[in-house]
């Protein structure tokens, strides 16, 4: 195999083992809207950090905690639904970054990568984000685990139990804000939040536990990271929405005789 | 009841105060709940009852007035509400261990206690309304709480069960000689399982001991004919107090009365 696709295999499986187990929480928090705003506002973070010439990723991070901030303070708003406000901010901030990327006459940008993904551009600095900071986001949701499950049962029994909620849902988003920016290169600003949901909505058929839904996601995501590269790789599709195609098709695979069974 | 008053202080409210939208939801309210004794808030929908629990609970900020704890004392809560999202597999036992890294044994103890061992392994998805509440109480109690709060402890449970419900509830005190602070709107099922009453309307219209209380002018007025039902429900609880909650026969032209007063 060439290098490219191992490095971008490996690639794919480090952001499927953050992203499993965040996204189950996403899953049980129902935020699959909320990542998808954050998401959506990581192109305004990678031009702002190519404006200012620092990493993008960390362009993306600090933008993606500005934005989850803003939602929190205007979701206490009681004129807006919080539905309202996601989706003002979601395309909203995607359309400033538009704009912004486009102020950057000095530096050429990939847009189509960023948008959908370029993981066989995936570098051994890439690699080392997302190993690195992976390991950090994991060792630190193990320590948060049952709290953080506590607070997605009952944020106000978890809070008379003594759980930090507030301090927890600030790392949650800090976490979830590096996933975007790592994923940025696998699946693209468009499809990321589909790696947070899709292989946690596959497991949840066959978990028993929360920790079981979080392994199984993270298998369910790695095996649509290999399904998808293999796609591209042999029939030449684009890689980071090949990936996507494949989880979804595990999903529906396995989703399908459930449905079934309901209905009868 | 002398002994109540004599008995520790758990928790004290002093002048506490919550406003939303520029009035006072909750009303300059005096609160104590000492161990070993039953103090249940009634009041209309919209009366505060759920904001000035969160108030001493600390969940929400108070706007004036303080909320004293007794040092080194444990609250166990139980919620109004909850609903878990379908996509979490979650079963009785785990949901029990996360509130404290608890022994499979305690956790039998608290079950049994509450009544409800056949459940260990059910998801909660699938518990009855009745099963839901006995297993919040259960992780309340697998705290060992000087202090249980209990927000609508009958909240979708069927009318017999919530009997069984508040005798449990007093079955409760009596063994662990806790302090209970509890919300209800059931009025005649809560009167006869408590030791005094807060009757709640933004401020506090009138308190004391439940007979007491029921015939007070300003619970009338605030409960209306549902009060007068309730004040004949605790006259015939006097009579007949621990026949009729222990499950025993009782009349059928008395469970006919309560029926229709409920409805």
Known sequence: MDEFLLMALAAGIGVSMVAGPLGCFVVWRRMSYFGATLSHSALLGVALGLLLGINPMIGVVATCVVIASAVFSMERDPRFAADTILGILAHGMLALGLVAVAFLDNVRVDLMGYLFGDILAVSSADLIWIYGGGASCLLMLTLMWRGLLSMSVHDELARVEGVPVSAMRLVFMLMIAFVIAIAMKIVGIMLIVSMLIIPPATARRFARTPEQMAFYAILVGSVSVFGGLAASATIDTPSGPSIVVVAMVLFFATAMPGMAQRQT | ?263
């Open chain 2, 1 to 263: 009841m002398t002994e109540s008053e004599t008995a520790r202080p758990l928790i004290r409210a002093e002048n506490l105060t919550v406003n939303r939208g520029g009035q006072s939801v909750v009303d300059n309210i005096n609160l104590t709940v000492s161990a070993g004794e039953i103090v249940t808030l009634v009041g209309p929908n919209g009366a505060g009852k759920s904001t000035l629990i969160r108030a001493i609970l600390h969940l929400i900020d108070s706007d004036s007035g303080r909320v004293e704890r007794e040092p080194g004392v444990t609250i166990g809560y139980v919620p109004q509400q909850l609903e878990i999202d379908p996509t979490m597999p979650l079963d009785v036992r785990r949901f029990l261990r996360l509130g404290a890294l608890v022994a499979e044994a305690d956790m039998k103890r608290a079950l049994e206690e509450v009544g409800v061992t056949e459940v260990i392994d059910t998801p909660m998805q699938g518990l009855s309304g009745g099963e839901m509440r006995r297993v919040l109480l259960a992780r309340a109690l697998l705290r060992d709480p000087d202090l249980l709060v209990l927000d609508e402890p009958t909240a979708g449970v069927d009318f017999g069960g919530q009997a069984e419900l508040y005798e449990l509830i007093r079955h409760i005190r009596d063994r662990r000689q806790c302090g209970i602070l509890l919300v209800s709107h059931n009025l005649h099922l809560v009167m006869a399982a408590t030791d005094r009453v807060l009757c709640l309307n933004h401020h506090i219209c009138c308190e004391g001991q439940p007979d007491a209380v029921t015939r007070n002018p300003a619970y009338l007025e605030l409960f209306g004919s549902e009060a007068v039902a309730s004040a004949m429900a605790v006259y015939t609880h006097h009579h007949d107090h621990h026949h009729d909650l222990s499950g025993a026969p009782v009349d059928e032209s008395d469970q006919h009365n309560h029926e229709h007063s409920h409805g």
